[in-house]
């Protein structure tokens, strides 16, 4: 699930002070999820639910509304600022998801509130599963269109859906899927995103794809805000960053994996028909991934800024998380894949952890202004450039964000050396039509990443070219070089991007040979071309028209940052 709050239209029945239904549908060892549904039939504001268990429970958590207590056995909900509408009116139902630490014993919830005058109602807000309302679309100033290009690379992380998917889903072809995903303790672990054309969930790039993303929408929120994307990307974020929540069961226990990346890679069809088991997999202190949990808690500390001012119940427990993460990862070190014993070797094999230990360190000091949090990522950092920027190397993203809250002069001359080693001159490839082309493998991911690092820098005012040198590198992928390599984006966009759910039906067949995709895929950014431009659009060909999560997430917080300047 993803919105834990929902407010949906034709419900009766509950008046002032009457009781709402409450169901429980998790349990596993220690605790259980469960959900209250309240149905107003008169404007109620300032409103409480008492949730009366019977018995003392050992913590309560929700993120639709804020508790107090957080345990014992009455607890009293409210609502939070942001999403969540203080006044209820008929027509409209409440419901909430809430966890409990403890055990289950009979649940009783009341709805209070003083009578509102006038029906004011309103969109729901931080909770599972609802999508924002819509607005109409609105064209950037840019010489592409960069509002476009927002709206469908958040398309984009929407096909990416696990677990439930919200009844107002904008993409018909997708439903839900892996609805069994379960810890060892059978922990609730649906939800989350699937990671390229592939439905694992590999937790290592899903995070770094949404600290990248949420430092886009931070940094960049008014781009996002003149588009219309602002709140479809608050839920876009939320998505990852609440199965994040869920896989941290404990303070010492992180689940970073779900799925068999072989067996899956076996099966070629929507992840609606998956049957194959998926395992799940976790990080302890006796099998610690600090690279993996660094990840993690950067995510996390910067999905604290986004939502602080828009749910601060939510944002807080995103940073509880957050701290507990990078404490466990700190403490407990290791590589995910080799004392972790990840079996992700195959597929995203972790170079070193000290990156990711100092990237999140550094966004947890923007978090929170704790000077011990920037001591541990300055003493960290050390003096790497970087050889590019991805979900294996925090470098240089590293510097730019440490120069942005420091100014430190070393930090300075790292984010130069790195863009400059990116530039003309600097050492790097250079296809006949202009791409900086690091390796084969995503060609164009590792370019937009380095683009949104000059981006960035050119914006905190380190001159040399470096807006030019990114907009021209994000220019190339939407047309420049005589294509788009966008999903329905543009000229000649890709039309069979190596994606099974994009390629398949979810009640018939499955589309081969040089047939175009039945469901567009809007707003993937494909792999990309090899070192002279070469490219053939087939889904065959996975190394130049694979799509992935990371794929996009430096792409599009470059596309943020182009349209935060053309207005």
Known sequence: MSLLWVLLAGVVT????????????QEWTGGFRGKFTCKPTKPQDGWTVTLDFGTPIQKFEIWCAKASPDSGSRIVVRPTNGFANKVLTPGKTLECVFVVR???SSIK???????????????????????????PDVKSKGKYDYCELLKKSILFYEAQRSGKLPSNKRLSWRGDSAMGDRGHNGEDLTGGWYDAGDHVKFGLPMAWSATVLLWGLIDYKDAYTKCGQYEWMLASVKWPLDWFIKAHPSANELYVQVGDGYADHGFWGPPEKMNMARPSFKITPGNPGSDVAGEYAAAMAAGYIAFKDVDAGYAGNLLRHAKEIFNFADKHRGKY??????????????????????WAAAWLYRATNDKNYLNKAMSMAGGEAGW??????????LNVLLYQLTKDGTRKGLVESYVKSWMPQGGIHYTPKGLAWRIKWGSNRYAANSAFVALRAADLGINGGYFQWGEKQIGYMLGDGGRSYVCGFGNNPPRQPH???SSCRINGGCTTGGQPNPNVLYGALVGGPGANDDYQDSRDDYVKNEV???????????IAALQNRAG
């Open 102 to 104: 403890g055990s289950k």
């Open 109 to 135: 919830a009341q709805l209070s509130g003083e009578k509102a005058g006038g029906n004011t109602g309103g969109t729901g807000g931080t909770g599972p599963v609802t999508n924002p309302p819509g607005r």
């Open 14 to 25: 509950l008046t002032l002070n009457q009781a709402c239904d409450v169901i429980v549908d």
């Open 499 to 501: 994606h099974r759910a």
């Open 388 to 397: 590019g920027f991805s979900w294996d190397e925090q470098w240089a993203g």
């Open 548 to 558: 992935a999560d990371d794929y996009n997430a430096g792409f599009q917080s470059a």
């Open 337 to 358: 894949q080799i004392e972790g014993r990840v079996p992700a070797k195959d597929f995203y094999n972790s170079q070193s952890i000290e990156d990711d230990l100092a």
